[in-house]
């Protein structure tokens, strides 16, 4: 059974940092890109940051690019997201996905979509 | 960046009606768009990928459809625990992945 099971979340001021962690268990973590998906209070999805198999691809979205810094350890089969420069903005749950992998018409696709999700670890900016 | 507006923004209808919900992509996505469903409390479960296949164990009363710019996602015959957020999202614009904002379907 797939679990990813969040941690790291919780109350911080504007400015500062906090480093969230994401433990995979139940398939084979290095081989496939992972992702960091957040939900502001009462509000919609928002992709935040994914990362490959190998970390040799790794992307950002705009609102978080150059404060965020996504990694992972394969050996240790963890995810992990590095927040600095915190924002009342970035007050969300944060969620650990995992990528889709599929094939079709013979050609094989990853950094698609979100097959299992962790139940997320809330992350609160605020004085 | 790709916008993906979704409407309508809440949906009423009653168990046994047909649902249908709308995804429109700002640029071509070509036919790279999912479906997920929220329920309060809960993570979103993948529902559609690929705009018309159905993810792994997801009843064969939820289809989607479209290409391009615009999408649908249908319910045939709503069930009570069909009554959730949904959610679409495009991976077309690598490494860029969007979601719409979100339709909500209540009980009528």
């Known amino acids: 059974e797939v679990q990813l099971v969040e941690s790291g979340g919780g109350l911080v001021q504007p400015g500062r940092s906090l480093r969230l962690s994401c433990a995979a268990s139940?398939?084979?973590?290095?081989?496939?890109?992972m992702h960091w998906v957040r939900q502001a209070p009462g509000k919609g999805l928002e992709w935040v940051s994914g990362?490959?198999?190998?970390?040799?691809?790794?992307g950002y979205a705009d609102s978080v690019k150059g404060r965020f810094t996504i990694s992972r350890d394969n050996a240790k089969n963890s995810l992990y997201l590095q927040m600095n420069s915190l924002r009342a903005e970035d007050t969300a749950l944060y969620y650990c996905?995992?990528?889709?992998?599929?094939?079709?018409?013979?050609?094989?696709?990853?950094?698609?979509?979100?097959?299992?999700w962790g139940q997320g670890t809330l992350v609160t900016v605020s004085s | 960046e790709i916008v993906l507006t979704q409407s309508p923004a809440t949906l009423s209808l009653s168990p046994g009606e047909r649902a249908t919900l709308s995804c429109r992509a700002s640029?071509?996505?070509?036919?790279?768009l999912a479906w997920y469903q929220q329920k309060p409390g809960q993570a979103p479960r993948l529902l559609i990928y690929?705009?018309?296949n159905r993810a792994t164990g997801i009843p064969a009363r939820f289809s989607g459809s479209g290409s391009g710019t615009d999408f649908t996602l249908t319910i045939s015959s709503l069930e009570p625990e069909d009554f959730a957020v949904y959610y679409c999202?495009?991976?077309?614009?690598?490494?860029?992945?969007?979601f719409g904002q979100g339709t909500r379907l209540e009980i009528k």
């Open positions: 996905a995992k990528d889709y992998q599929y094939c079709t018409n013979g050609v094989c696709y990853d950094w698609s979509y979100f097959d299992y």
């Open positions: 690929d705009a018309s």
């Open positions: 640029q071509s996505v070509s036919s790279y």
């Open positions: 999202q495009q991976r077309s614009n690598w490494p860029l992945i969007t």
């Open positions: 990362i490959s198999w190998n970390s040799g691809s790794i």
């Open positions: 139940g398939f084979t973590f290095d081989d496939y890109a």
